[in-house]
């Protein structure tokens, strides 16, 4: 329920892309008709609930809460698949086992805030869109583009080629919100405190943007809409629909050998925790090696605000052209931050050689290396 005093916008703006609605009609017959329903969102900190007072004050469980109460008669399920600083690059990785083994009836995605409005984000989003729409002809989406209340940056430009695309709904913060405080007939710190994160009364705005097109497609769900066309060719390469992520429990086939880097075993318990089911290691000269297949690679590590912090040079192929520095030394302030490397993007579709080895230490730093992941994509 939204007790929050919001104030006033525009919502007749909320839809940046009308789309075909009918998956989200029949989850809302079924929800009339008393179904178990699972409401599942995916996307960044906005997503997991940043600088909410309380993991219910959260726009995903605000709209969440909507389901509930429209449909008292429905058993509702919510699953919240948001990670803070990640992109959809990653969400396209990791969309099978923290969103879509959850089986959600509709899904929510939410990204335009961390994706830059560039053709690699295009690419990456499109890969996600088809990966949910392909997992279950009836399981809904609806798209949400977020905003930056001070310059009203957002990616929502590529991410509404995908929408039209795929004829998926999409609601746009944008759209709604940044004339406001444009115009200033709303200011940003009554909202959020930085610019990006809403605080409560912003979640509670920007869920209500998304239920004021929840409301409209629910009083119009039993008319009928045109059938749902078949699946596009993509609109992008899509190199990443595909995407597979390793860590040390899937990663036995692939990591070749390991001299000095240790696993990770303590249990991960959310999927917030992010720095979980990796690799560690301390010693200069200490390496790890996979064999991997595909044409795109991704390295994902920790960089901390602990220092001082090692860093580590990531090598595709032995190939000088293809080497990357790995420095775990964040300089930001507000926490470590889960970092992914693209080593490799549209290159040949084959078998590449992956090592990483810790080049630069000191006898006191405060946290050892952290490899988190090796993500794959691009296989034909």
């Keep these: 329920m939204i007790t929050e005093k919001i104030p006033p916008v525009d919502y007749s703006k909320a839809v940046s892309n009308q789309g075909n609605p009918c998956r989200i009609k029949a989850v809302l017959r079924r929800a009339a008709a008393g179904d178990k329903i699972t409401v599942g969102f995916i996307g960044g900190s906005i997503t997991q609930g940043s600088l909410a007072t309380a993991p219910d004050k959260c726009y995903a469980h605000k709209v969440f809460e909507w389901f509930e109460e429209s449909f008292p008669e429905a058993e509702f399920k919510y699953v919240n698949a ?3 600083a990640t992109d959809s690059q990653f969400g396209c990785a990791r969309a099978d ?3 879509l083994a959850f089986e959600p009836d509709i899904c929510f995605a939410e990204y335009s805030v961390n994706d830059a409005a560039s053709a690699h984000y295009m690419e990456t989003y499109e890969g996600l869109v088809r990966k949910i729409l392909s997992s279950d002809p009836g399981r809904a989406l609806m798209l949400i583009h977020n905003v930056r209340y001070d310059d009203g940056g957002s990616a929502q430009a590529v991410h509404s080629a995908v929408a039209r695309r795929y004829d998926v709904p999409a609601v746009s913060m944008r759209d709604v919100i940044f004339p ?11 909202i959020t405190p930085d610019d990006l994160h809403p605080n409560d009364v912003g979640h509670s705005l920007v869920a209500s943007v998304i239920i004021s ?3 409209d497609i629910r009083a119009r769900m039993n008319e009928e809409d045109e059938p749902e066309k078949e699946m596009p060719v993509p609109l992008t390469p899509n190199a990443y629909e595909d995407s597979v992520r390793y860590r040390n429990d899937n990663s036995d086939d692939i990591c070749v050998s390991s001299e000095g880097f240790t696993k990770d075993e303590t249990p991960q318990d959310v999927i917030t925790d992010i720095f979980r089911k990796g690799w560690t290691a301390t010693r200069k000269g200490a390496s790890i090696t996979f064999k991997v297949k595909g044409s795109c690679i991704g390295v994902q590590y920790r960089r901390t605000i602990r220092k001082p912090a090692p860093a580590a040079v990531l090598t595709v192929d032995d190939d000088p052209e293809m080497t990357y520095i790995l420095d775990a030394d964040f300089d930001e302030t507000w926490g470590d931050k889960l970092c992914l490397q693209t080593a490799l993007d549209h290159g040949e579709d084959s078998e590449h ?3 990483i080895e810790l080049k630069d230490t000191h006898p006191d730093d405060a946290l050892p290396f952290y490899l988190v992941s090796v993500i794959v994509s691009g296989r034909k």
């Design 180 to 190: 406001e405080l444009e115009k200033g007939r709303l200011e940003n710190r009554a």
């Design 353 to 355: 050689t992956v090592r």
């Design 97 to 99: 086992s923290d969103l």
């Design 213 to 215: 097109v929840l409301e």
């Design 82 to 84: 948001g990670i803070g």
